[in-house]
């Protein structure tokens, strides 16, 4: 159901509502054209014409401040191997650290969920996480990680992955 058009100066665009969450985060992209989608608050959803499918599965993220279930990639050859990655906050109130975890998918579920890279310093501010995540042409994976919003500024520090770009 189109809810608006917005015209620019190139094109009219439409906006359609797929589906309503507290706060969608990140999206992947399926082959058959669903979208995988986060939900800061700890939810991923299958999105699809039909409306939003929870997938059940994904880790456990501590929501806090900026913290919680952040970004999502679908591997550039999902037919052959399902991996889906995820980014995510992890650990408690008083030390986290931005998480990449992948998992298979099956249907509307996560399974075979493993840890795959967690920050090295964990910390107390639920803030600037960065956790973008990026399949290059030739297979590679980067993940962002943000400041992490610490003094002294630890994106100074070599010795610490905040405020990197990891592959």
């Known amino acids: 159901m189109v809810i608006d058009e917005l015209s620019t100066e190139y094109e009219t665009l439409q906006v359609v509502r797929l ?3 507290e706060r969608p985060w990140g999206i992947g992209f399926l082959p058959d054209g669903d979208l995988l989608v986060t939900d800061r608050e700890g939810s991923l959803y299958r999105v699809s014409d039909d409306g939003a499918t929870p997938v059940s599965g994904a880790p ?3 929501v806090q401040n900026q913290g919680g279930l952040l ?3 679908v591997h550039p050859d999902p037919e052959e ?3 889906v990655y995820l980014t995510w906050s992890s650990g408690d109130g008083d030390a986290t650290v931005p998480a990449l975890s992948r998992a ?3 249907g509307d579920a996560l399974v075979e969920m493993e840890e795959v890279f967690a920050l090295n310093t964990p910390t107390s501010p639920g803030r600037h996480y960065g956790s973008r ?3 290059l042409d030739d297979g590679t994976l980067l993940m962002t990680i943000g400041d992490r919003g610490a003094e002294p500024l630890r994106a100074q520090d070599p010795a610490d992955h905040s405020g990197s ?3």
């Open 133 to 135: 995540v990026l399949f």
């Open 60 to 62: 456990e993220a501590h």
């Open 19 to 21: 589906a309503e969450m």
């Open 104 to 106: 298979r998918l099956e």
């Open 81 to 83: 191997n399902g991996w």
């Open 165 to 167: 770009v990891v592959r």
């Open 71 to 73: 970004d999502v990639v």
